[in-house]
């Protein structure tokens, strides 16, 4: 398999729009995740505004065991309406977790809503209102997660690539999608899907994804349910029709109390350890990588990524598409003994590899999943897996992965995933 780069032209616009964009990507294939494309964004904007899952779980949306988006980015002007002194060079004042929940219920139309969960500034994890809302139509749930999203990449940052982009190339599994760039240049997608993508309930999923210039960043959903699962579907549609989403989350509420979030902390998740976890890789990173790394014989048909741990390519060999994912975990040595156990293979060097083979995860009809999984001593996780579909949702299109496992087990072990350049 050759690591070196090759002349291809869809090499050559993929590598352009990376370095140009600095985490942008052309969107033939959109930046959603594999495992049903639109769930994996939408799980991913939920981590943002809840407790990220534990690192234990193998997560093939890129669920890494951590926040997605880190704070820190570049600074944003302090709203004078907020400062504690009313200078606009004073910190912002703290809203609570009641602040944050009053903000939603005084955004919403006229109806009752009631709360579920809520956090402030001065938390842990980002803030976050979430109730469930009644107009007198039925009951569906709505949430509010708020973040900063980094601005200190390399390159020029611009929001319309920090935004869930929607795709072109038939990759989503949305009904509709729509990202719009606002007067003050932020970029704002309003999407409308299913809670499950191969729509096995009628509980529907809608959502605004705003990024303004200075990073702040808010993410909107809603469901025709009192709650995303478990619950009955209560009213045909969620209750916020797209032109209310879109104007939820442009709210400039929302931009004063992200500006109240300490831009000192930088915790991934609540359940990372007191030391410092080592850095996710950028998605834009990982798509580069895997480029250089899938033969040349592959035609590159889409490709897309999160903003760290994930990236995908769909490819195909002339026997039809293929899906092939990535997953980057940095940090997982304490989870080895629960990710590898019999049947797992330990290298000269300390790296464990375990091989998986079995049927697809998200219900489509034959689709199998081809996966090498490994870790490295300093606790760094390559995970690969390839599918005989372009969509887990959907049908398989040829027999088996465009991959073999020999192929997927030469791209997991590559060196190339240790440095933090091609």
């Not at 969107?27 to 981590?47: D, E, F, I, K, T």
């Not at 890129?62 to 880190?70: C, E």
């Not at 442009?250 to 991934?268: C, F, L, N, T």
Request: hydrophobic fraction near 35%.
């Amino acid at each position: 398999m050759p690591v070196d780069q090759h002349s291809d032209p869809f090499e050559e616009r993929l590598s352009t729009a990376l370095h140009e964009a600095g985490g942008a990507f052309d969107r033939p294939g959109g930046a959603l995740a594999a495992s049903g494309q639109a769930r994996g964004h939408r799980m991913r904007l939920r981590r943002r505004a809840a407790v990220a899952g534990g690192v234990a779980g193998l997560a093939l949306v890129g669920v890494g065991g951590t926040l997605l988006v880190p704070r820190g980015g570049a600074p944003a002007p302090n709203p004078s309406s907020v400062a504690a002194s009313g200078s606009t060079s004073a910190k912002p004042a703290a809203y609570s977790a009641d602040d944050v929940f009053r903000t939603l219920k005084k955004l919403l139309p006229k109806g009752k809503l009631t709360k579920t969960e809520a956090r402030g500034t001065d938390e842990e994890l980002p803030p976050l209102a979430l109730g469930v809302f009644d107009d007198g139509k039925g009951e569906g749930a709505v949430s509010v997660g708020l973040d900063r999203v980094r601005t200190d990449a390399p390159g020029k940052f611009d929001p319309v690539t920090a935004v869930m982009p929607c795709s072109d190339g038939g990759q989503s599994g949305f009904d509709s999608c729509r990202t719009d760039v606002l007067p003050d240049g932020s970029a704002v997608t309003v999407y409308q899907g299913y809670e499950y993508p191969d729509r096995r309930e009628d509980t529907k999923a809608w959502g605004a994804d705003l990024v303004t210039p200075a990073g702040q960043h808010v993410s909107v959903m809603e469901w025709n349910a009192a709650a995303e699962k478990g619950k009955p579907v209560t009213r045909p549609e969620p209750p916020l029709s797209t032109a209310r989403l879109r104007t939820l989350a442009a709210a400039s509420e929302w931009r004063r109390i992200v500006d109240a979030m300490p831009r000192e902390q930088q915790r991934p998740s609540a359940a990372a350890s007191a030391s410092t976890r080592p850095a996710e890789m950028a998605g834009w990173l990982i798509l580069r990588k895997l480029s250089l790394l899938l033969p040349s014989s592959l035609k590159r048909v889409s490709y897309g990524s999160q903003e760290t741990g994930y990236g995908y390519m769909v490819v195909d060999d002339g026997k039809g598409r293929s899906l092939v994912q990535v997953n980057v975990q940095p940090g997982m040595s304490d989870v080895a003994d629960e990710l590898f156990g019999d049947g797992s293979e330990t290298l000269k060097d300390g790296t464990r590899v375990a091989v998986r083979q079995g049927p697809g995860e998200k219900g489509g009809a034959g689709v199998v999943m081809w996966t090498v999984d490994t870790l490295r001593k300093d606790g760094l996780r390559i995970v690969v897996s390839a599918f005989n579909a372009a969509e887990q949702n959907k049908a398989a299109t040829r027999a088996e992965p465009a991959l073999t496992i020999a192929q997927l087990r030469t791209i997991a072990l590559s060196p190339r995933w240790r440095s933090d350049h091609d």
